[in-house]
T-cell receptor
Framework: RKEVEQDPGPFNVPEGATVAFNCTYSNSASQSFFWYRQDCRKEPKLLMSVYSSGNEDGRFTAQLNRASQYISLLIRDSKLSDSATYLCVVPQGGFNKFYFGSGTKLNVKP | DAGVIQSPRHEVTEMGQEVTLRCKPISGHDYLFWYRQTMMRGLELLIYFNNNVPIDDSGMPEDRFSAKMPNASFSTLKIQPSEPRDSAVYFC????????????????FGEGSRLTVL
């Protein structure tokens, strides 16, 4: 089983829509979780960190479900500029070794 | 402030040639990571260093790959000999721990080195 698994998508949504992605992880010892955003042919950049049950930043909400070992990312009021690949990142607990999911591609259409 | 700097940005080489990729981390960061990204396998962690010491190289695909970090401001990833299946984007990233707590640091990525092996 992979350390981190994501639905590759693509998710094609109209502007203004709400969209959610899930990410499952295998290491139950992991305490920190991250969502990174990667634009086409660019490097990944941190979007949000999740250290407890969840985190909210404007239109973006990340939630953690430890019992089922998944984290989710919710994007409200999608913008064209949200089009990107969203990468779920889970460290191997306590070792500062970061595993990336394969990413979920989001296309926001006008 | 300068971010993580990688060179070369693009390299095209022939099978069997030696390839050296270079990385300058952000000053003050004590962790450095090398990742490889392909369409098929996504972002794979190859090796990472803490205070210039290799901590985990279990992701290095085979003996043809080697990485060094001779000082806090420079690291290299070498492939010798290169093969077409090594074609990928190689990213270097650096980070530091928040308050010394593991698994809390943001990874700052360089722009990547796009390698094509013919």
């Amino acid at each position: 089983r992979k350390e981190v698994e994501q639905d590759p998508g693509p998710f094609n949504v109209p502007e203004g829509a709400t969209v959610a992605f899930n990410c499952t992880y295998s290491n139950s010892a992991s305490q920190s979780f991250f969502w990174y955003r990667q634009d086409c042919r660019k490097e990944p950049k941190l979007l949000m960190s999740v250290y407890s049950s969840g985190n909210e930043d404007g239109r973006f909400t990340a939630q953690l479900n430890r019992a089922s070992q998944y984290i989710s990312l919710l994007i409200r009021d999608s913008k064209l500029s949200d089009s990107a690949t969203y990468l779920c990142v889970v460290p191997q607990g306590g070792f500062n070794k970061f595993y990336f999911g394969s990413g979920t591609k989001l296309n926001v259409k006008p | 402030d300068a971010g993580v700097i990688q060179s070369p940005r693009h390299e095209v080489t022939e099978m069997g040639q030696e390839v050296t990729l270079r990385c300058k981390p952000i000053s003050g960061h004590d962790y450095l990571f090398w990742y490889r990204q392909t369409m098929m396998r996504g972002l794979e962690l190859l090796i990472y260093f803490n205070n210039n010491v290799p901590i985990d190289d279990s992701g290095m695909p085979e003996d043809r790959f080697s990485a060094k970090m001779p000082n806090a401001s420079f690291s290299t990833l070498k492939i010798q000999p290169s093969e077409p299946r090594d074609s990928a984007v190689y990213f270097c990233a650096s980070s530091f721990l928040l308050a010394g707590v593991p698994d809390t640091g943001e990874l700052f990525f360089g722009e990547g080195s796009r390698l094509t092996v013919l």
